[in-house]
């Protein structure tokens, strides 16, 4: 439910409840309201392009910054990837998605929903010091999303992200496995001397991923 401007809040109901942001962020015009109200809850909208950039830096920013409070378990995440456990990435992924977020239909594109996951993960990822994370980056026919190389291990990790719009994980992770063989993603890092490469095809919907895994050995 999202409170009127009549409501006032101050600084502390702000940070005591997570319907109260939105609320802020609704009377200080940052959302817009979207449809007939259902109940006592109404929909909210992103208003422009300039806004969602500042929501997926900021709310990004704020995920990691949750998940880094605990090492352990962040660290047993990035090793799930590094040790080729697919079913336990995912495990741990939907573990987080559950714990931290809280997201209904919104009317941004699918290629919005896929930067927000693809963003989300990265941070996540990006934990270990001992790996070089990047994003983007330029291999084979095209840009992975995430492109790990781990030197001590030689070891190279490739993730491709898909949103699965009509809920489908399975078919999401298939184009993305697709995607990177197609594109061959991984060409650059047998020349950078990694002897094991692990494809990943991460698919998300809502609050669920599934991971699936492709591996190479040189």
Request: charge should be negative.
């Amino acid at each position: 439910m999202v409170k009127t401007v009549r409501q006032e809040l101050t600084y502390k109901d702000i940070y005591d409840s997570e319907e109260n942001i939105w609320s802020v962020l609704f009377t200080t015009g940052y959302l817009t309201r979207r449809g007939r109200a259902d109940g006592n809850r109404i929909r909210l909208a992103i208003l422009n392009k300039e806004i969602l950039n500042i929501f997926e830096e900021q709310i990004s920013r704020w995920f990691q910054e949750t998940a880094r409070k605990d090492g352990a378990a962040l660290s047993a995440f990035c090793e799930a990837f590094e040790n080729g456990d697919a079913k336990d990435a995912q495990q741990k992924f939907n573990e987080y998605l559950n714990r931290t977020i809280s997201i209904r239909d919104t009317a941004v594109r699918k290629e919005m929903k896929e930067n927000y996951f693809h963003g989300l993960l990265l941070g996540l990822l990006d934990y270990k010091e001992n790996w070089h994370v990047t994003s983007n980056r330029e291999s084979g026919d095209g840009y992975t999303d995430i492109l790990i190389e781990i030197d001590e291990k030689k070891t190279g990790i490739v993730i491709e992200v898909k949103y699965a719009e009509d809920g489908t994980l399975e078919a999401g992770c298939r184009e993305a496995l697709h995607q990177i063989n197609a594109g061959r993603y991984t060409d650059l890092l047998p020349e950078d001397g990694m002897k094991t490469i692990l494809k990943y095809g991460v698919a998300c919907y809502r609050k669920r991923c599934q991971i699936e895994l492709e591996r190479v050995q040189y």
